[in-house]
């Protein structure tokens, strides 16, 4: 009889680590299925000058709660997915620093949950500092260098990620030395769209559009009642199009 419960002990304790094997030694095509999705997301503010008066609008906590609630990602919470969140602007620096916050996609059931959360947590608070941090950054810029800061921002995103977005804030007037947005365009904001193949041809001979940018979204935030700044958001975005970009205008995130 002893002999027989050593035997049914053995054989039980040979199927419980025939689980275990089975629940950690996965194929490459299972771990793809159980990592959960990957964001790869901007977020882009104009120091212009020109912009200062329209930041008084913007609420760090509330655009950071609507990320993180369209990434799936929650306080205390494990997740499997994945977020980097790049942070910069655009103004007078042709390559304006940038910062991020990042959380790497994992199986987090096959870790502990404790350290998931941990985390979890710390990507959470780390990226709503830094959305307010960049929300309330001061103007200091007389021009605004949209073309190249926007161009810059793009460069930032792994475009191998499902789910690819710069949100921007700005008045989207281009002054540089790119292009010029003058005081023709304040006085008649439709010519925005009439000069349209004059303008484009500015900034494509000074800097193209990388194809690898293609399918990726921009969100231009314009809460203004400026004519000007909608038709030089509308300007945008046909721009952007053009390149198989998916563009929206929204007053706000």
């Known amino acids: 009889m002893?002999?027989?419960?050593?035997?049914?002990f053995?054989?039980?304790?040979?199927?419980?680590?025939?689980?275990?094997?089975?629940?950690?030694?996965?194929s490459c095509e299972e771990k793809e299925q159980l990592i959960g999705d990957n964001y790869e997301y901007v977020l882009l503010i104009d120091v212009s000058m020109s912009y200062e008066g329209s930041k008084a609008t913007l609420n760090g906590n509330d655009l950071?709660?609507?990320l993180m609630q369209e990434m799936g990602i929650e306080?205390?919470?494990?997740?499997?997915?994945?977020?980097?969140?790049h942070f910069s602007y655009m103004g007078k620096s042709y390559l304006p620093i940038?910062?991020?916050?990042?959380?790497?996609p994992k199986?987090?059931?096959?870790?502990?949950?404790?350290?998931?959360?941990?985390?979890?947590?710390?990507?959470?608070?780390?990226?709503?500092?830094?959305?307010?941090?960049?929300l309330s950054r001061n103007a200091t810029d007389q021009i605004s260098n949209l073309y190249r800061g926007m161009l810059n921002g793009l460069s930032q995103i792994d475009h191998s990620a499902q789910h690819r977005k710069m949100i921007v804030f700005a008045d989207y007037i281009e002054s540089s030395i790119t292009m010029e947005m003058g005081e023709d365009y304040f006085k008649e904001p439709e010519k925005l769209q009439t000069d349209y193949e004059k303008l484009k041809d500015l900034l494509v001979a000074s800097?193209?559009?990388?194809?690898?940018?293609?399918?990726?979204?921009?969100v231009l935030i314009?809460?203004?009642?400026?004519?000007?700044?909608?038709?030089?958001?509308?300007?945008w975005k046909r721009f952007y199009e053009e390149h198989n970009l998916v563009v929206s205008i929204r007053s706000s995130y």
């Open 222 to 235: 314009c809460p203004e009642n400026s004519l000007v700044t909608y038709e030089a958001a509308k300007f």
């Open 98 to 104: 940038v910062s991020k916050a990042e959380l790497e």
């Open 2 to 8: 002893k002999l027989l419960n050593q035997n049914i």
């Open 107 to 134: 199986i987090w059931m096959l870790n502990p949950r404790d350290d998931r959360i941990n985390e979890v947590n710390a990507f959470y608070d780390l990226s709503r500092q830094r959305t307010n941090d960049l």
């Open 75 to 85: 306080q205390n919470s494990p997740t499997s997915n994945g977020a980097r969140i």
């Open 207 to 218: 800097e193209s559009v990388s194809d690898a940018f293609e399918g990726t979204e921009i």
């Open 64 to 66: 950071h709660a609507s």
């Open 10 to 26: 053995n054989a039980l304790s040979l199927i419980g680590a025939m689980l275990i094997l089975s629940a950690t030694v996965i």
